[in-house]
Nanobody
Framework: QVQLVESGGGLVQAGGSLRLSCAAS????????MAWFRQAPGKEREFVAT????????DYADSVKGRFTISRDNPKNTVYLEMNSLKPEDTAVYYC??????????????????????WGKGTLVTVSS
């Protein structure tokens, strides 16, 4: 079955950096657009970043633009989220998600939780002030 396993979360001071990884199995990874979402305590899950199946396009939430970078390594079946200049408001459980693209020839950045096909169980990121 499909598994998405996140890792790399932890406790970091404000201004610091973390790199999250999501290892995928049970699916043809290069067929899927990938995304990161996050959910802070008491809040709804929100979109963070997404990357096209071939790595050729990315999109970000305004709150992380310029600080976070999403990337992927298709031979390793892994997607990454490099997080820099972290702020206390970045504290959340970070989830990896996979989405079958509606077209392999046209980029559309799906940003809704409801659009995703598969989910990981999440990794906690805590940013202290």
């Amino acid at each position: 079955q499909v598994q998405l396993v996140e890792s790399g979360g932890g406790l970091v001071q404000a201004g610091g950096s973390l790199r999250l990884s999501c290892a995928a199995s049970g699916l043809t990874f290069s067929n899927y657009n990938m995304a990161w979402f996050r959910q802070a305590p008491g809040k709804e899950r929100e979109f963070v970043a997404t990357i096209r199946w071939n790595g050729g396009n990315t999109d970000y939430a305004d709150s992380v633009k310029g600080r976070f970078t999403i990337s992927r390594d298709n031979p390793k079946n892994t997607v990454y989220l490099e997080m820099n200049s972290l702020k206390p408001e970045d504290t959340a459980v970070y989830y990896c998600a996979a989405k079958t693209p509606t077209s392999r020839y046209k980029w559309f950045p799906f940003k809704s939780s409801d659009d995703m096909d598969y989910w990981g169980k999440g990794t906690l990121v805590t940013v202290s002030s």
